[in-house]
């Protein structure tokens, strides 16, 4: 496989077990039981299958956005799941070249994902008041992403200073009403806000504070995933799921 020191790669096997790890030439990579040679990896290619020390067969893949996000990415905060993530990146028309602001940066899952898609011509302006968290969110989208396209701002989101400038902006803060005046000024007209909050408390205050900020409300949504066994001759729903995550809401910039 063509792969460079530090480069991530997924080991995943038939059971649902997925290890996402960098590559290094002269580390081995110990999985469940036993371990990986990496020569076994600079030897194969993508979706061969290797057989680990202690028998067990993997395949080795490099890792997907979602799967680095859900399996890779450490996290100091709740993060935005790729459930809510893909809906979020089409109603806040995130892609090529778009200018696009982002409070809180948690542990950047989607600040990758907003990165990625806006590409080199694009821009990513991130704010994160703790230091640490943006660290680690900087780390986290280093080992993935070798693009250039993001600011990372370590102050409070209520300090800064934009005028007509992003395209689109979202917001992953607790109390997030507090900030909707300084994201309605930064917005350019008709720019595209999202926003996720946990509880119908907030949509409830978010809707009045939004309608006071020039701000039409366009949807609010609530996304759910239920997955499957992957089992063709008793073909159902996993057991458990994920009940809740947050509301999403989406609103424009208007006069
Ligand atoms: N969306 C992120 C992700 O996908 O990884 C997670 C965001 S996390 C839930 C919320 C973050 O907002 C925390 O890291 C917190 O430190 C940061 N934060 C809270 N209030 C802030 C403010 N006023 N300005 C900037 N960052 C803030």
Redesign the pocket.
């Known amino acids: 496989m063509d792969i460079n020191e530090g480069e991530l790669i997924e080991a995943t096997n038939k059971k649902g077990f997925k290890k996402i790890f960098q590559f290094y030439s002269k580390q081995k990579i110990q999985l469940q039981g036993g371990f990986i040679d990496p020569e076994d990896i600079i030897n194969s290619e993508e979706g061969d299958t290797i057989t680990a020390s202690d028998g067990l067969k993997y395949h080795i893949f490099k890792p997907t956005i979602h799967d680095y996000i859900m399996y890779g990415?450490k996290?100091?905060?709740?993060?935005?799941y790729p459930k809510e993530?893909g809906y979020i990146i089409l109603k806040l028309d995130i892609r090529n070249s778009k200018v696009v602001g982002?409070?809180?940066?948690?542990?950047?899952?989607?600040?990758l994902i907003l990165s990625e898609l806006v590409s080199e011509k694009g821009r990513i302006i991130t704010?994160?008041?703790?230091l640490d968290?943006l660290n680690n969110?900087r780390k986290n989208i280093e080992k993935f992403s070798k693009l250039q396209n993001i600011t990372f701002v370590n102050?409070?989101?209520?300090n800064s200073n934009y005028e007509n400038f992003f395209d689109s902006f979202?917001m992953?803060?607790?109390d997030p009403w507090?900030?909707f005046e300084k994201v309605s000024k930064a917005l350019k007209r008709g720019g595209n806000f999202g926003l996720?909050v946990p509880t119908t408390n907030q949509v409830n205050q978010s809707i009045n504070e939004l309608e006071s900020n020039n701000f039409l409300i366009d949807e609010i949504v609530e996304i759910f995933h239920r997955k499957y066994k992957i089992n063709p001759n008793r073909l159902r729903p996993e057991d458990i799921m994920t009940g809740h995550t947050g509301y999403l809401i989406f609103a424009k910039k208007v006069k």
């Open positions: 990415v996290r100091q905060t709740q993060i935005i993530a982002e409070a809180g940066t948690g542990s950047g899952s989607l600040t704010f994160e008041k703790n968290f969110a102050e409070d989101f209520i979202f992953d803060l607790k507090f900030y996720i």
